[in-house]
């Protein structure tokens, strides 16, 4: 088999790091009521729309008609949005640092929100150098879904062979397998680095 070329980045909890929770512990005292709070109100399922491309207004609008007496929680998730991003993983982007002054291909398939995309690019600007970019909100396509990998490939002009894919999702790593491409799990610890080398990439 030949040896990959190029490297496609996931963004959250692989160069950023996001967690609601970096936001809620400011406004709640209580960690099982912040919990609650996460799993029955902002939950999961509802952010995730967002990375659809749902409205932020919208998608605010529907949790305060259902959850009234939690709409300045609510409107937190939307307006203090930036307080969700911790920071970096410094490793990581070295890494791609590295990758991009050794002349490596690299892009982006990422499930977010556009306008928070944006909102990152502008406080990180590492998210601004990928060779392409792919945001869920954008193209109101999510991962795992192949469609989401095959548009990567063929706006770009990618062989799957040639791409290794890194995700810090399971279901994510096995969508980009689903359609030939290389992948790496991004689990808490590994060396990302040591990884990418044994598929020959200047690291």
Known sequence: MSQP?????????????WDPRNLY???????????????????PDWNLEQDRGRDWDEA?????????????????????????????FEDHVALLARLREAGVPNY????????????SQERYPFLTGF????????????????AIYRLLLDRYGLEAKDCVFIDDSKANVEGAHSVGMHAIHCVEGIDLAGELRGYGFPV
Do not use: Y
């Open 25 to 43: 512990r400011r406004i709640f005292d209580d960690e099982a009521q912040m919990e609650w709070f996460l799993g029955n109100v902002c939950t």
């Open 108 to 119: 982006c398939i990422t499930n977010f929100s556009s306008p928070k995309f944006a909102l």
């Open 60 to 88: 605010v609008a529907l949790l305060v008609k259902d959850h009234p007496t939690h709409e300045p929680k609510i409107r937190a998730f939307h307006e203090r949005w930036d307080e969700t991003v911790s920071g970096v």
């Open 131 to 146: 060779d392409g970019i792919i945001v869920s909100g954008d193209e109101r396509l999510l991962k795992p879904d192949p």
């Open 5 to 17: 070329t190029t490297v496609v980045f996931d963004v959250g909890n692989v160069l950023l790091r």
